[in-house]
């Protein structure tokens, strides 16, 4: 009888479990965070459409998950290259790769588990991309679909110009369902001419289709043939279909096709040049589909010569060559979609190159690996180190004695560091996500990769200005939890100091960090906003300084200008309305030509004026010499642009106009209460921490990070879409959510003070 076999103990398989188990964590928290993160950016219009247009918050949170699947289809990559940075660099950081190497276990054998890792990424990747995102761009497609016919007048906000096909609307009032509109302007290019209102409605036509019923209005026409002028009590038009809502929320048709329905839609035969561009933009989708899944497995790969191929003591050096790589590969997938758009037969290779050249620089990264690992070298290279830093030390050992505030400047400079790794990895995240989003916008302009360096050159202020608040929420998550692991708050107690003393430093950083977050918004993204403006408009759309249909209001005039070129300071078909107290035109200029005079003064030629009158009729007047359209007349206004003081004289313009300044008021309070972001969040997640001992875990601390960007967002977002619907006072819609952060810091104040009394 023979005895039963007792396991073996299979060190290979333990191992290989073990180091799985230190890259699943830090990817799925990356792809976790970097999804929040990127969908932040849209909670504003989410909340505004809930809140002022009478969209059901279901349908709403239904958008934000199925959205939230093809984010994580674009970031898994990423996120794989973080899991395996974060996960092997922590093996490397507690010297776990020397012991596995000295027991025999040489450290490229952490190729096979990685390599493996990215595999199970790979095949995730592929069923959200397959499967699950063209399931959800669908899931979206349905709900604004049904938000369209519920709420035909959803996108519709006050003072902001929607487009509805070539038509363009805007309202100075609108009602909590956006259906009921006041003081309405209308342009219809059919007849090439704006049409004003005191009323409005827009109400749906089923199947996307919309309506809209002018009430009340009038409509003057050119002056230069006869002073005309029509008034009507109602007048109903359709609006073209999709509108801005759609757009807006980034939906993209071909993204939604099933697999099947693409690849025949990709090689049908094409007999005229629209079926042939849809069939290569088939074909780009399907290669797509596959290539990031497939980057996931080397960037996966990556991690191993980033993290093992470089000296202990340089491994933020690997982290930064990782996001450089990170963002080097998706600038080739932005070439790669200039190259398919000009050479429709490279469409495959195009798709590809970017994995190629990954799957090269791979090469060349493990080939450096390969050589022998030298246990002894390493340790003398670590041993040449030491003994320079022991002699650099001796010669400045005085200093060091006098150094002060020894522990203040170890805390301080462990969470700038972390704060600039995390603004380093969110800001990547970020960026990435906003090239994907414009990767067929850019190719279908052709666009130059200078033109593209240049326009997202001049973004990087407004990154920054939106980064910057949650990097260091999640630093100061990072610092505690790192100082917890590693019982440093508990040693420091034990001497003595209490947590909220020792981890004081890092709030003092955030203090310091709030005026400069005020600086760059006020000053300078508007100033880049501007200019990134500029280079989409005379760059990539190949308009240079001219700008074709301008239409906008300037206090109580709306002026048209067929275009415009502000290098030459010249305008060709200039219309300007005079409006009345209901919205209504009292005079119109016409005006074949123009030139800037300065001042915001422009010289109008061989002008023609009328009046209309209180009957309704036109008659024709002499002409002003001058007309106010101020320097740059644009097509819309965008407090994008605008400084707190441009904001505030603004709302000084438009309240001796008569028109509503609620919206502009919300925006400015907004403008001022942002940057304390900077101070309240990480303060929250700090002042959490420190109630212990025994202090928070680390999963719960990142957990409660996440939970207070995610509320404070939230919350934020539903303020100020109360106070532009006016049941909030604009100073509390802007300082509500600071408000409250700081009721919460108090509260958990007095909560720490008590517990360690009762101690």
Known sequence: MMA??????????????????????????????????????????????????????????????????????????????????????????????????????????????????GGAAAIAGLALSLLAAPWAHRGVEEALREIAEQNPGAEVQPGVVSRFGDWKLEARDVSEQGQHLERVRLWIPSIGETVFSER??????????????????????????????????????????????????????????????LVASAYAPAAALDQATAAREARAELHRRFVFPVAAVLFAALAVPLTLGRPRGSRSSGAVLGIAITVGYYGLVQLAAGLAERAPQLVALA???????????????????????????ESARSGRRVERRRRAGSRSGASVRARRWPLPRYVASRFIQLSLVCFAALGVAYLLVDILERLDWFARHGADFADIVRFYSARIPLLVSRVVPM??????????????????????????????????????????????????????????????????????????????????????????????????????????????PTGLPESRIDAPSAVYAGHGLWRLEDASRVELGADGRARAVPPERNVDLGEAPSNELDLMHLSVAETRELIRSFSASGDPTTALEVDLHLKLATPLACLILPALVLLFAVSGPPFPSSPLTLVLAGGVAIGYTVVSGTFASFGRGGTL??????????????AGLAWLGWRARASQRGR
């Open 4 to 117: 039963a076999r007792s396991p073996s103990f299979r060190p290979g398989v333990t191992l290989f479990r073990y180091i799985a188990g230190e890259l699943v964590v830090p990817a799925c928290l990356a792809l976790g965070g970097f999804t929040l993160v990127v969908l932040t950016k849209d909670f504003a219009s989410f909340s505004e459409l809930v809140v002022n247009r009478g969209v059901g918050i279901a349908q709403v949170g239904r958008i934000v998950l199925l959205q939230a699947i093809p984010l994580m289809s674009q970031m898994l990559p990423f996120a794989v290259l973080v899991g395996g940075l974060v996960g092997l660099g922590r093996l490397s950081a507690d010297l776990e790769i020397l012991v596995m190497a000295a027991l025999g276990s040489e450290p490229r054998r952490m190729i096979f588990p990685v390599s493996l890792f």
């Open 200 to 261: 409005a409605q827009i109400v749906s036509g089923g199947e996307g289709a919309r309506q809209i019923a002018l009430r009340d209005g009038a409509l003057v026409l050119n002056t230069r043939e006869a002073a005309r002028a029509m008034v009507f009590e109602e007048l109903r038009a359709d609006l073209p279909v999709p509108a801005d809502l759609a757009s807006s929320m980034g939906h993209d048709p071909i993204a939604g096709r099933p697999l099947a329905a």
């Open 351 to 377: 798709a590809w190159l970017p994995n190629l050249a990954l799957l090269v620089f791979a090469g060349m990264l493990y080939r450096r690996l390969a050589r022998p690992w030298a246990t002894a070298r």
């Open 471 to 580: 990097s260091l929420l999640v630093a100061m998550a990072l610092t505690v939890s790192l100082l917890t692991g590693q019982g440093e708050l508990v040693g420091m107690r034990a001497c003595g100091i209490s947590a909220r003393k020792a981890l004081a430093p890092t709030l003092v950083v955030c203090v310091l960090v709030i005026p400069l977050s005020f600086l760059l918004n006020d000053q300078i993204v508007p100033r880049t906003n501007e200019l990134a403006d500029l280079i989409k408009q005379s760059n990539i759309k190949g308009m240079g300084s001219t700008r074709t249909a301008v239409w906008n209001t300037t206090g109580r005039a709306v002026y048209e200008l067929e275009s415009l070129d502000l290098s030459l300071g010249t305008a060709d078909q200039i219309v300007v309305y005079e409006l009345g």
């Open 729 to 742: 006072p604009p100073w509390l819609a802007g300082w509500g959510p600071s408000l409250i952060a700081f």
